[in-house]
């Protein structure tokens, strides 16, 4: 779980909804214990009533007494069930939120290079998906997590307190179910990993064609681009069904130990009330402690499973949180952009293709001149403008503005003093008067 130590900061943020979500998750556990130890005492009243320890009117009444408190503590397990969920669920949605914008902050530090080298379907999948994952664990995994530690650790103490070796009995399944769960779990997080690779392929397979869907109807190329799709289905429908299989395991392996727990109360229960060390009251005691088990060793299983998808999707997250912008805006310079450019023995390599643009360029532009820059396709005239904006560093040489080096000054002061209209045009989802106005919103009219 190492990768998900990147979500501490977070649950730090908010311990105290976090905090306030475990005592409610615990009190209403706590509520949820009290059945059983009231249908042990209803079986002892009917019982005392048969052996005519007492009147008929005084069982009615404890009867009556003991059922309202049954369901009333079943009410109030209800409703704090209700606050838990309240509480820790949008807690992970809380999370979810500001790990996404913590990617999206990310992504928009790192330089054109990180974007020529990653596919933009596995950059919006590790953005989705993968925090989906992530948020699971955030959330419902810890709930019930907590729900399962609190109901192991205050019902098997109670259980050895009542009956010793009934309770030795009862929870003998448990260290197998232990053992089965490591080994399963490291399957899991093999094939969770597999899954979510093949999720982003499938997200720059898809993202790529409606890019470029006029170009594949210009060339007819619909049959081709259907059997690529259904071949990556396939794929992943495989990598999907290998996960399931071990999965599946889960649930069937959780409800026979349980099942085997249940007929180890009756057996041994049944053989120490006809020794008369226990009552009949304590054997439906501890058949409802068994069955209040089901659905948290059950779900063990369950929560393995998310918290191994998660730490895959975290590890894939991390991969790019972990790239360091190239470009470092560390600016000592403060003055207003005046206007004078100059390159000084300019030289710049494409990292992607190795391929020099530019070779021990230099040139000076006073502020104020225009001047005009020709030269064929692939001879650098872009290249020129993208160093001025410093969307990449120069490979060697230096570059100046108003006669500092341009990596003095504030990134975002420099390209706020440029306007540029790119020879590739994009156009964004909103209006055409908004696309104008993208670079300066506040222009008018």
């Not at 019930?144 to 010793?164: R, S, V």
Request: net charge neutral; hydrophobic share 45%.
């Amino acid at each position: 779980m190492k990768e998900l130590k990147h979500l501490n900061k977070y649950f730090k943020k908010y311990r105290l909804k976090l905090f306030l979500g475990i005592i409610i998750t615990i009190v209403a556990r706590l509520f949820q214990l009290v059945m059983p130890s009231y249908v042990n005492k209803s079986i002892s009243v009917v019982e005392r009533y048969i052996s005519a320890e007492i009147a008929k009117s005084t069982a009615q009444e404890l009867l009556l007494e003991y059922i309202l408190i049954i369901v009333g503590a079943a009410l109030l397990s209800g409703f704090f069930t209700f606050l838990m969920r309240q509480t820790i669920i949008n807690i992970s949605r809380y999370i979810e939120y500001d790990l996404k914008n913590e990617i999206f902050d990310h992504y928009q530090k790192l330089s054109l290079n990180f974007y020529k080298k990653n596919r933009t379907g596995d950059l919006m999948n590790r953005i989705s998906e993968d925090v989906n994952e992530v948020r699971m664990y955030a959330g419902p995994a810890i709930m019930y997590g907590i729900q399962t530690l609190t109901l192991f650790a205050c019902l098997i103490p109670l259980m050895f307190i009542k009956a010793p070796t009934l309770a030795a009995y009862t929870l003998l399944p448990l260290p197998i179910l232990s053992v089965l769960i490591y080994q399963i779990s490291k399957v899991i997080h093999k094939r969770s990993t597999i899954v979510q690779q093949y999720l982003s392929t499938l997200s720059t397979f898809t993202q790529e064609v409606f890019s470029g869907v006029s170009v594949i109807k210009a060339y007819a190329l619909e049959p081709q681009t259907n059997d690529e799709l259904v071949t990556l289905a396939i794929d992943g429908k495989e990598k999907s069904v290998n996960l399931a299989k071990i999965n599946a395991w889960f649930f069937p392996l959780m409800i026979l130990l349980i099942g085997i727990s249940n007929i180890l109360v009756i057996y041994i229960g049944g053989k120490q009330y006809l020794a008369g060390e226990i009552s009949v009251g304590l054997i439906a005691e501890f058949i409802l402690y068994v069955n209040m088990l089901t659905w948290p060793v059950a779900i063990v299983g369950w929560l393995t499973s998310i918290v191994q998808r998660a730490a895959a999707s975290q590890e894939r997250i991390n991969e790019f949180l972990n790239v360091a912008p190239e470009l470092k805006n560390t600016p000592t310079y403060n003055h207003k952009v005046k206007g004078k450019i100059e390159f000084k023995n300019v030289f710049f390599t494409y990292e992607d293709t190795e391929i020099t643009a530019l070779s021990n360029l230099s040139f000076t532009i006073k502020e104020g001149e225009t001047i005009a820059i020709l030269g064929k396709t692939g001879s650098g005239k872009s290249t020129i403008l993208d160093l001025v904006a410093r969307l990449y560093d120069t490979t060697s040489g230096e570059i100046l503005i108003d006669d500092e080096p341009i990596k003095h000054y504030d990134l975002t002061n420099l390209r706020e003093s440029i306007g540029a209209v790119p020879q590739d045009a994009f156009l964004f989802s909103d209006s055409i008067k908004n696309n104008i106005k993208f670079g300066k919103e506040d222009a008018t009219d």
